[in-house]
């Protein structure tokens, strides 16, 4: 499934195309009401927050992929006697940057003055608490890796074959919406806009036809990288996915386009091409002209679990649900309302924030400057890293003050467990300002040279420290990995304690002719086993990260086909080289299913451009009902198993 920047990223094309085609008429209605159609764009996918808002007291906390990124969220914000991540990031930074200028000034007047205004104990207390910080992420780190394998599994992939597939009012509502009615639901929201006459709806539907456009063409493409579909590879599927969306953002950022060259190459480099980390993509989803909300004050009222900022128009919200009514009628999933949309609006702007406003990951620039070192300080730079531990497998701090101790170059790579949320590990400008004023201004003499090296260690070390952390989030598919990524063939995992190489990017976006597929679950654990221990972290990094062993059984059966290209990801976008033919989107019917696992059957689609043009010059026609995950493969209508779900004899019927 296409992330988020790809949606965009289509919308955009479309609107480009549908100006170029003379059809101003629907591309003014978006351009007028850019924030819907951008709500509207990113579709289905709206459905991983659907519920959002705070459970009534007393009810069963959520489970859906919400839940998740409350937890991040709760890691960031400042609460009543404890700091978040945002503000200490900020304190460290701010007080190594200080440090740095007065060592550069060699200002023994102002280094006193730390010491006599008490600003050397906030700077302390600061980087004291981040350890604080680290630990709470730590723990977690563990709850959120159980999720994963647990909770956040599909509900149509049940543990045992036995088990009948559970009614759709018990689906997450992300399931639902990919899986049931796809067509009708845009149908529906058109009609609806048309019998009300709200620009808004009319832009948020337009939007959503795009949107499911570039779902149906664009997962075949996903899964055909992942070796299979969400249902089966729900999270290997969100990693993959944050790589595939910042190929297409630095790819599509650029005029003229990038060209590839032998090797798949491309010109001019990945290390050139623009990166999402502060992209501000939050700001495309803004309903009126300013920005739609405080980051900050949402973060407080998500960590005290207070309602969410009413933000999406309640009359927009009503007629919204309305169309969930008439499409899914008493199928709806539990917790589905008009008032949940403004919830998933609010998760969903954060995440992007979070993803892409460069507030947290780019804390020290999304790209930052590595510090130079002042002279000859003793260290090498390999040497300052976070991401090393002690004998105890803990994460070990900047060096110590003493220029002539060396750093233990053999220690461990840091823990498994923070590949699952990243590692922001204890640093410590703490000690270099206690060091400073002790031994240096109390003895009434300053050794500036020394003095500049303590403090070089630790900015250096807290450069290292998140350009490991920005490494780790795209890992494991929470935020965006920078394309400089791309131009390695292979990525050692030293980080994550595997030496096992991270795939090119030619593995990691780019399409494979997969057979067999789909492979069948990502990951199985035993009624024993608890999903939150190292061991079983360490399971699931290793089955995420790795691709499916054809040369092992695993795959489903009967067989299908994924997708019936090698290419980057512009082949589906807008590639002329890939035009509509005899099966567009617009085609289907009981025909198309019937014939599914024969090599030659799944339609070949073209582009999501070229598709979208389609269907809007043909805007009164009944869509069909294509299953958004492309779960079986090309081509397949919605479904649904005939009784349990058993990996060794699939067997579906259509959806009635």
């Known amino acids: 499934m296409p992330g988020i920047p790809t949606l965009f990223q289509a919308l955009e094309l479309t609107l480009d195309e549908l100006d170029k085609q003379n059809m101003h008429q629907v591309a003014d209605v978006m351009r007028s009401n850019p924030g819907y159609a951008h709500l509207g764009v990113i579709g289905a996918s709206i ?70 205004s008490g600003e050397a104990d906030q700077m302390k207390a600061t980087a004291d608490n981040l350890k604080v910080l680290v630990q709470e992420l730590i723990a977690k780190a563990k709850l959120i890796a159980g999720w994963i394998a647990k909770d956040l599994r599909p509900v149509v992939n049940t543990a045992a074959i036995t088990d009948p597939i559970p009614a759709a009012t018990k689906w997450q509502a992300r399931d639902v919406l990919h899986w049931r009615k796809t067509g009708t639901f845009v149908r529906n929201l058109l009609d609806k806009a048309n019998a009300t006459g709200d620009a808004r709806l009319r832009a948020y539907a337009y939007g959503y036809l795009v949107g499911y456009t570039c779902m149906v063409c664009g997962s075949p493409f996903i899964n055909s990288i992942v070796g299979g579909p969400f249902r089966t590879q729900w999270w290997r599927q969100r ?20 060209t590839m060259g032998p090797g798949d190459v491309p010109s001019p480099p990945y290390d050139w091409w623009p990166s999402l980390c502060d992209a501000n993509l939050h700001r495309k989803l803004n309903l009126g002209p300013t920005d739609a909300m405080d980051p900050i004050a949402a973060l407080n009222l998500v960590v005290m679990a207070q309602p969410f900022p009413a933000v999406v128009p309640g009359d927009f919200a009503q007629r919204w649900f309305e169309v969930v009514q008439a499409t899914f009628g008493p199928a709806v999933p539990e917790g589905l309302s008009a008032s949940s949309l403004n919830g998933a609006y609010v998760m969903t702007w954060l995440m992007l924030w979070f993803q892409t406003s460069g507030v947290v990951l780019g804390a020290l620039g999304c790209r930052p400057k590595e510090p130079q070192p002042p002279g000859n300080c003793g260290k090498d730079r390999s040497e300052l890293d976070p991401f090393k531990a002690d004998e105890f497998g803990n994460p070990t701090g900047p060096p110590p003050a003493n220029i002539d101790e060396d750093v233990d170059d053999t220690a461990l790579a840091c823990a498994i467990f923070f590949s699952i949320l990243g590692g922001l590990i204890p640093m410590s400008p703490s000690g270099v300002i206690t060091k400073i004023i002790t031994d240096e201004i109390k003895s009434g003499s300053v050794d500036w040279d020394n003095v500049r090296c303590k403090i070089y260690w630790n900015r250096e070390y807290l450069h290292n420290a998140m350009a490991g952390f920005q490494r780790l989030v795209a890992l494991t598919g929470f935020a965006y990995p920078d394309p400089k990524v791309f131009a390695e ?49 360490a399971k699931i990094f290793d089955e995420f990260e790795k691709d499916p062993d054809a040369t092992k059984p695993g795959f489903e059966s009967p067989g299908t086909v994924a997708y019936h290209a090698e290419a980057f990801p512009s082949f589906f976008l807008d590639d002329p080289g890939n035009p509509v033919g005899i099966s567009p989107v617009k085609r289907g019917g009981p025909g198309l299913f019937a014939g599914h696992g024969a090599e030659d059957t799944p339609a070949r689609f073209g582009s999501v451009v070229a598709n979208a043009i389609d ?20 081509a397949w209508l919605t479904w649904k198993f005939k009784t349990g779900y058993d990996p060794g004899s699939v067997d579906v019927e259509p959806e009635a």
Do not use: C, M
């Not at 200490?88 to 000034?105: F, P, Q």
């Open 615 to 634: 269907l809007f010059r043909d805007i009164d026609t009944r869509y069909p009902n294509w299953n958004l995950d492309a779960d079986r493969g090309l």
């Open 489 to 537: 063939d292979a990525q050692a995992l030293a980080l994550l304690q595997s030496n096992k190489p991270l795939e090119s990017a030619r593995n990691l976006v780019k399409s494979r002719l997969r057979s067999p597929f789909p492979s069948r679950a990502w990951i199985t654990l035993k009624p024993d086993e608890d999903p939150a221990t190292t061991l079983v972290l």
């Open 239 to 258: 990693f993959i996915r944050v790589h595939v969306d910042a190929w297409v953002y630095g790819y599509y950022q650029q005029t003229p386009r990038p």
């Open 47 to 116: 459905g991983d927050f659907l519920p959002a808002d705070p459970p009534a007291p007393g009810a069963e906390p959520l489970t859906n992929y919400t839940r998740i990124w409350k937890n991040i969220f709760q890691l960031l914000a400042d609460l009543e006697g404890r700091k978040g991540f945002i503000s200490t990031l900020t304190g460290v930074r701010d007080g190594l940057h200080k440090l740095a200028t007065i060592a550069t000034d060699e200002d023994a007047e102002a280094l006193a003055d730390l010491d006599s």
